[in-house]
Each structure stands twice: as C-alpha cells, then as structure tokens.
C-alpha cells in the first residue's frame, strides 16, 4: 500500500498592486469619524523653576497668641462658672447684668441698659418684661423725657443684687489673682480701649 504524500501548501506572492497597506496603529478608533482624543490643558511651568513651588507662604495662627480669643475664652469660662451660681436664684447671666447696671445708675432708659449690658435692644426688651414680671423691675416715665420709659430695680430687685454682688466681687479677685492694684488698672484701662477700637470693625 503506497502512502500518499502530505499535501504541501504553496506561498502565493502578493501580486504587484497599487493599494497601500494601512497600517493598523494609524487606523481611527471609530471608522468613518473624525473622533480625536480630548486635550489635556496642563499649566504652562516651563519659565518656572521647581524650587519656585516650594515658595508659597504657610499662614498659620496660634489660637493661643490670638488676642480676641485669649480674652473670650477668659470670658466664657467665667460667665459659665457664674452662671451656675446664679441658677440658684433663678437668674440668667444677661439679667444679673441687667440687675449690675440698674443698682449702679437706676432709671436708665432701654437703649442705655441695652449699651452698658453688651445686649440686643430687641433680646433685653423681653428680658426686662420677664423680670418685670417676676417683680425685680419697674418701668415708669423718665424724669428726663416723658416720652421714654425708664427702668429701675423694685425692692425686691434691689435685695437680689444686693446679695449676688458679694458673689461677683469674689470671681473679680480670683480671675485677678496675681495681679496689683496698678496692673489691675492698667487691665480694666486696655480692655476698655479694646472695646472702643471694636467700633473700627464696624465702618469696615
């Protein structure tokens, strides 16, 4: 039995034709667009050196070198001390200011309570009607101008304060502890000019 020859396969040469080959790499991603990859606008660093970089100022601020922080930070802690205190008579921080006040000069008008107090005009109406209320005001014409409403401590109000005011000299001295007479001054004389410089931030 004769065994047939593997059948060979013959190369056939690309005939001579005019048509280019393309190749595949220069072929479009989506054929018979003219789709074109998006452009990528990167910032123009060529005149800048890399040490130029590194150059931007770092702002940093020290809570603890901060002036108005150091003074609200004193003043929180304090008036939330005192305000536990004044719990026990039924008081609020902004009241007992309001009691302060009218012990020292009575019969003020509103608008000044509202000044001496640090307190919205509209926020220490309805604290005084409050106070009003519970019998520690009384509110009657000005001797001034019949037109305004002067306010002034009732008795009552007047023995409150009279007995809260021991208390609140006692917090002055420890928050001054270490302090003489003349810093003592000095303090109360650069905290008031720091008040009357807060007036600057208002016309900015």
């Known amino acids: ?71 609200a930070r004193a003043g929180i802690r304090t008036g939330q001390s005192f305000s536990l205190e004044l719990r026990r008579y ?9 009691c302060s006040t009218l012990s020292h000069r ?12 640090s307190t919205e005009q509209s926020t220490l109406s309805r604290v005084v009607m409050s106070m009003a209320k519970r019998g520690l005001l009384v509110r009657d014409r000005s001797a001034e101008d019949a037109r305004a409403i002067a306010i002034s401590l009732t008795p009552s109000g007047v023995e409150l304060t009279q007995r809260l005011i021991p208390l609140a000299q006692l917090y002055q001295r420890v928050l001054l502890k270490g302090f003489s007479a003349l ?11 720091l008040y009357r410089n807060t007036s600057l931030l208002d016309e900015s």
């Open 90 to 98: 039924k008081l609020t921080l902004t009241e007992w200011r309001v």
């Open 183 to 193: 810093q003592t001054e000095q303090l109360k004389d650069m905290l008031r000019t």
């Open 1 to 71: 039995m004769k065994l047939s020859k593997p059948e060979t396969y013959k190369k056939t040469k690309r005939k001579n034709s005019t048509e280019p080959i393309q190749d595949v790499r220069s072929r479009p991603l989506i054929s018979g667009s003219d789709v074109s990859p998006p452009r990528i606008h990167l910032p123009d660093t060529s005149g800048k050196r890399p040490a130029e970089f590194s150059k931007r100022p770092v702002l940093d601020n020290d809570l603890d070198q901060a002036v108005p922080y150091l003074i």
């Open 106 to 117: 009575p019969g003020q008008r509103l608008s000044e309570v509202a000044l001496n107090t």
